[in-house]
């Protein structure tokens, strides 16, 4: 199978899924392509699939990412597509935030114009290391109502990676079977 990945990252961690993703998926031998959606990224017309994922930051998603969204949108609806949603509150468990997740994503492809066959939370990290003084202070006191890590000498990944390695197996299993996620 031939996949495009277009991702949008803030400090890097939604790149380093993107990226888990490629590898994993390149082992089984489909051919992947993946692009920051920064870095002008190949129209998905001459692919067979595409994943979008981006990390929400002040419930939204980045910019760059949105523009390829909905330039895209036809495209992307007429293929089997996925929108990976990372994001820190979706490593508590706790309904609302993943309710206000789900909201959060759907709202990012609805106003693109977008329909994924799947859209899937993806629990985030904690990037102390990579904020500026401000940023970490914010995160921190996040952090602490939300009963996290507090310690801002080093960073934290909630990732469940097993997670994302059996959505990448269940999305091309789908696809090769020509259906769409359920």
Excluded: C
């Amino acid at each position: 199978m031939k996949l495009l990945i277009v991702y949008g990252t803030t400090e890097g961690h939604t790149r380093k899924i993107a990226r888990f993703i490629e590898d994993h998926l390149q082992a089984q031998g489909h051919a992947v392509s993946i692009s920051d959606a920064t870095d002008e990224p190949p129209a998905p017309v001459s692919f067979d699939a595409a994943i979008l994922a981006g990390s929400v930051h002040m419930q939204r998603h980045q910019n760059a990412l949105a523009h390829y969204a909905k330039a895209y949108a036809a495209e992307l609806n007429a293929m089997p597509s996925a929108f990976l949603s990372v994001s820190l509150g979706v490593a508590s468990g706790d309904e609302a935030l993943m309710h206000e997740a789900m909201l959060n994503a759907t709202a990012f492809a609805r106003e693109a114009g977008w329909a994924p066959h799947r859209i899937v939370l993806v629990a985030g990290a904690l990037k102390y290391l990579e904020y500026d003084f401000l940023k970490r202070m914010i995160m921190r006191m996040i952090a602490k109502k939300e009963g996290r890590d507090t310690n801002t000498t080093k960073d934290y990944e909630y990732t469940d990676w097993d997670a994302v390695r059996s959505f990448s197996d269940e999305f091309v299993a789908v696809k090769a079977k020509t259906a769409p996620i359920k």
